[in-house]
């Protein structure tokens, strides 16, 4: 194993401390990452952010015409989330394979054919003619967005100099930030020239170009003799996952009988047991559980899980109460919830030097904090709510979001061996993945509950934001646990004594 770690030594600018790496006992075939600034150092976190551009685009795109969707499809506006957790969960269900895949055929060579997956998955999606089909096309997206997510993040740990990894990681980020910043505007104009196909085709001319760059400045990279795939471990964890999920779909909206949901909570709580026992006995897991004993990635983890529970569900919700409990047209609530994406852009240019000057612990907890607080505030706003209220709560909470998933993004690598980067992002992504989905279907299941057989009025968003907004909160308490130091490697304020 290779037992690298990000230490810290001086910076290469002026007053900044810049992690670098000790000498190193390289796994054979693992890179070494250049030490190069300017574009020379960027341009593989900018092509491989340019290729998951259209992944974002495409999830917040759709969010915003979900209530479209229900009228098209002739159904009940909170059964549209099977659209949005059916690619959740193919993402957590294929995975897990994406750090062994990527280790035998290379990187780059994964990521350009999970983009053309995606590619077409996206022109299923716009050929669809019911929910049952659209759901079908949004599996196969998520078969490709499985291996987009993990193995871009490889390929930039991979070749970031440790003196721009921050840099490196906040790049790799961009998408999410810019992708919601461009996709809610874009559905609603496409919504009001088009017909919805089209919110799924746009991704095609997105994702060529992004294909394009990684093509041209993504370099060839494979670390030899990853083994043999863990079939079974594979299968255990996809049955867990599917299992547990799908109740979590199901639970408590009537369709599904509850004795098969009480089977399948059985079926995935048995697979779950049995996959822990093997992956803490097999020394190559499809999911390397062990690195969870890591304080920094656990914390990372665990923290980012909760928070992604209440985001998760905003892309529900939000839309929802924005176009059916207010009324508002597609390209005004898309125009609105641009200040969300605006105000993560804000963080990105300061996000070195607010980790070196704070640290990673007070600003995991501030913002983690802060990102409950506005989610459960979205749940009061009303016809009488003034627009440029909802605009800057919008934009608070987009800049939270972001200092909370670049901080955590980049904590999680801070303690894990080089040779072990493409297990750790893997156990990352599937973690993170299911997390998302959970809080769809936690915000689903609320939204069903507060409504009842009444219409869907800004008073029923109230308790779904409550609740999501209350299980983020929960991070907080993890996030203290956290040694001053943390992160002190890769930037952190400890660093620059």
């Not at 992004?210 to 996809?238: E, H, I, K, Q």
Request: with cysteine; charged share 10%; hydrophobic share 50%.
């Amino acid at each position: 194993m290779d037992h690298t770690r990000f230490v810290s030594t001086g910076g290469a600018e002026p007053g900044a401390v810049a992690p670098t790496v000790a000498p190193p006992v390289e796994r054979p075939g693992a890179p070494a990452p250049p030490a190069s600034t300017g574009f020379a150092a960027n341009a593989v976190p900018l092509a491989v952010a340019s290729a998951l551009f259209m992944e974002f685009i495409d999830s917040t795109a759709l969010s915003t015409a979900l209530p479209t969707l229900a009228r098209a499809f002739h159904t009940d506006p909170v059964h549209l989330k099977l659209a949005l957790t059916s690619y959740l969960l193919a993402l957590a269900v294929f995975a897990p394979a994406s750090g062994w895949v990527a280790d035998r055929f290379g990187a780059k060579r994964v990521f350009l054919c999970a983009m053309a997956v995606f590619l077409v998955g996206s022109v299923c999606c716009g050929l669809s003619h019911g929910l049952g089909e659209l759901v079908a096309a949004r599996v196969l997206q998520g078969m490709g967005g499985a291996m987009m997510t993990p193995v871009g993040r490889v390929i930039v740990v991979d070749a970031a100099p440790r003196d721009r990894f921050v840099s490196a990681m906040s790049w790799f980020t961009m998408p999410a930030l810019v992708g919601p910043l461009l996709g809610p505007p874009l559905a609603g104009l496409v919504l009001g020239v088009a017909s919805w196909s089209w919110i799924f085709y746009i991704n095609i001319p997105v994702g060529l170009v992004g294909m394009v760059a990684v093509a041209l400045l993504v370099p060839d990279s494979r670390r030899p003799r990853p083994g043999r795939f863990d079939g079974s471990g594979f299968a255990m964890a996809a049955l867990a996952i599917v299992a547990l999920t799908s109740v979590s779909e199901t639970a408590g909206t009537g369709l599904s009988p509850w004795p098969v949901e009480v089977a399948a909570t059985l079926v995935g709580t048995a697979a779950l047991t049995a996959f822990i026992r093997h992956a803490l006995r097999t020394d190559h897991p499809v999911l390397n559980i062990r690195l969870i004993s890591i304080a920094s990635f656990r914390a990372s983890v665990t923290g980012g899980t909760l928070v992604r529970l209440g985001l998760g569900a905003t892309p529900l919700l939000l839309p929802l109460l924005l176009q059916i409990g207010l009324g508002w047209s597609p390209v005004k609530a898309g125009l609105m919830t641009i200040s969300q994406a605006a105000g993560a852009l804000l963080l990105k240019p300061i996000a070195p030097a607010l980790l070196r000057r704070a640290g990673y612990r007070p600003v995991l907890i501030a913002s983690a904090f802060g990102t409950a607080i506005c989610v459960c505030l979205c749940g009061f706003f009303r016809a009488n709510t003034p627009e440029a209220l909802i605009v800057l709560l919008l934009g608070v909470s987009g800049f939270l979001r972001s200092a909370q998933f670049t901080s955590s993004n980049a904590l999680s690598y801070a303690d894990v061996a080089r040779g072990d980067v493409s297990q750790a992002s893997t156990l990352s992504t599937v973690i993170q993945q299911v997390s998302l989905s959970l809080g769809v279907s936690i915000g689903g299941l609320s939204l069903h509950l507060a409504q009842g057989s009444a219409k869907l009025t800004p008073d029923r968003f109230t308790l779904p934001f409550l609740v999501i907004g209350g299980l983020s909160l929960l991070a907080v308490p993890i996030y203290l646990r956290l040694p001053k130091d943390a992160g002190a490697t890769i930037g952190g304020k400890a660093a620059v004594a």
